[in-house]
T-cell receptor, first 116, second 112 residues
Framework: GAGVSQSPSNKVTEKGKDVELRCDPI?????LYWYRQSLGQGLEFLIY????????KSGLPSDRFSAERTGGSVSTLTIQRTQQEDSAVYLC??????????????FGPGTRLTVL | AQSVTQLGSHVSVSEGALVLLRCNYS??????LFWYVQYPNQGLQLLLK??????LVKGINGFEAEFKKSETSFHLTKPSAHMSDAAEYFC??????????FGTGTQLKVEL
């Protein structure tokens, strides 16, 4: 079946602009995650959605970052007033259940964001 | 809180030789441990995971890892390296929730 998809695959933007990154999880997966992969920081957790529960935003690096998940499916990660340090690959993952049991997270190919 | 240390950011082996990628973890609760592989310009793919039960875990592509609580380790091994194994490997831990904490990764190079 279809895996996790992300769009765009690449995004180049100018410093100060807002960007939106999209994630389509695997159909039926109730949990959705965003991670960031950068040269300086490695792979970092950003935010986690599970069903209708309030998202875990503990990994968002600043209030310029926000995410939403509409209808329990597609998610959008928004970065406002982008800075050069936001340049990274943004990875989305989904899992079937979410909760205390560690379900396998399936990752998308990522969106490479470059801020000039 | 959890953390992961991967010793060796780059490992080089000959084709057919043993692959050993090291991972040590720190966790204040019983850990769940994962190894992921990332091929160039692709997302992460799960190789194997340890949750509970048998401490020797077998994964895809001939890889396996052993959970050693006394050594707080979860090293990844493969008896015989293949050229197609060249990739970056990430060890990750979670304490029961679903936020993965990743190591910094080990780039595996396989030489003829």
């Amino acid at each position: 079946g279809a895996g996790v998809s992300q769009s765009p695959s690449n995004k180049v933007t100018e410093k100060g602009k807002d960007v939106e990154l999209r994630c389509d999880p695997i159909s039926g997966h109730t949990a959705l995650y965003w991670y960031r992969q950068s040269l300086g920081q490695g792979l970092e957790f950003l935010i986690y959605f599970q069903g209708n529960s309030a998202p875990d935003k503990s990994g968002l690096p600043s209030d310029r970052f926000s995410a939403e998940r509409t209808g329990g499916s597609v998610s959008t990660l928004t970065i406002q007033r982008t800075q050069q340090e936001d340049s990274a690959v943004y990875l989305c993952a989904s899992s079937l259940v979410g909760g205390r049991a560690p379900d396998t997270q399936y990752f998308g190919p990522g969106t490479r964001l470059t801020v000039l | 809180a959890q953390s992961v240390t991967q010793l060796g950011s780059h490992v080089s082996v000959s084709e057919g030789a043993l692959v050993l990628l090291r991972c040590n973890y720190s966790s204040s609760v019983p850990p769940y441990l994962f190894w992921y592989v990332q091929y160039p310009n692709q997302g992460l793919q799960l190789l194997l995971k340890y949750t509970t039960g048998a401490t020797l875990v077998k994964g895809i592509n001939g890889f396996e890892a052993e959970f050693k609580k006394s050594e707080t380790s979860f090293h990844l091994t493969k008896p015989s390296a293949h050229m197609s194994d060249a990739a970056e490997y990430f060890c990750a831990v979670t304490g029961g929730g679903n936020k993965l904490t990743f190591g910094t990764g080990t780039q595996l190079k396989v030489e003829l």
